[in-house]
């Protein structure tokens, strides 16, 4: 398990996730479900749950690699699933990359132009941040891609990263980006991972529950540019389908 060196280099990514924005250009084994059965155990909270049976989920599907399986919190942050379950169905997604590719931290796709400039949202504007306390950017956490608060369109990123946080370094983080984080949180950080200094900055609406590994073979791709995370190869995204668990 990756400890946290990424101290630094998270300062580093942030700018790059600022950057990727108009430019909208973030302690499992890869093979095991994110999910949790057991919504009693003392690690677990909503955003590991396991779906329920009629939940609507997503397939992303990515050529050559596989498919990410995630779950969706709708009443947590209703806008910003309607807008990614609609441009899925609507084969918004279909064809489009992953543009923006950096290992231990994030894969971020949704634009058209592939260049992280461009996409918009199902009501052709921005809209805004639904921020939840007990939604974090952990990782396999599905969130939002924004150019700044209230920005959101049609691109969305997968934090990959793995890397563990002790409680010392999270107080830094706190006191860095102005973030709280609860007694939960600071557990969650430091046995999952996670990218915290992303807290409350972009809207987490979704969790990976299958296909870590596949998320975690994208993000080792060769790039043609490391610091911007720019594949070497286009990574794409065959189709997002959705279903009922």
């Known amino acids: 398990m990756k400890k946290v060196y990424l101290l630094i280099v998270f300062i580093t990514f942030i700018t790059l996730l600022g950057g990727c924005l108009k430019s909208n250009d973030a302690v499992l084994t890869p093979d095991e479900k994110i999910g949790n059965d057991d919504e009693n155990e003392e690690s677990d909270t909503i955003q590991f749950a396991l779906p329920k049976e009629g939940d ?11 498919s990410i399986y995630v779950r969706f919190f709708e009443e947590a ?4 699933v309607e807008n990614f379950l609609t441009h899925a169905k ?8 992953f543009h923006r590719i950096i290992e231990d931290f994030m894969i971020q796709g949704g634009d058209p132009t592939g260049t992280g400039t461009g996409g918009e949202s199902i009501w052709g504007k ?8 007990d939604l974090h950017p952990y990782r396999g956490a599905l969130c939002m891609a924004n150019s700044g608060p209230n920005t959101n369109g049609s691109q ?13 370094i999270l107080q830094q983080i706190e006191q860095l980006y102005n973030k709280k984080f609860d007694k939960k949180a600071i557990q969650n950080y430091g046995k999952i991972g996670g990218t915290p200094w992303l807290f409350r900055s972009h809207t987490v609406f979704g969790q990976v529950y299958d296909g ?3 998320l975690d073979a994208v993000a080792k791709v060769k790039k043609a540019d490391e610091e911007q995370g720019i594949p070497a190869e286009r990574v794409i995204i065959e189709k997002i389908v959705v279903s009922e668990y």
């Open 90 to 97: 609507n084969g918004y997604y279909d064809g489009l990359t």
């Open 156 to 168: 969305f990123f997968i934090v990959q990263s793995e890397a563990t946080y002790t409680e010392d």
């Open 212 to 214: 870590l590994e596949v």
């Open 56 to 66: 609507q989920v997503a397939q992303i599907v990515i050529k050559d690699f596989g």
């Open 126 to 133: 921005d809209f805004e941040d639904e921020f939840a306390e």
């Open 77 to 80: 942050a209703p806008k910003a």
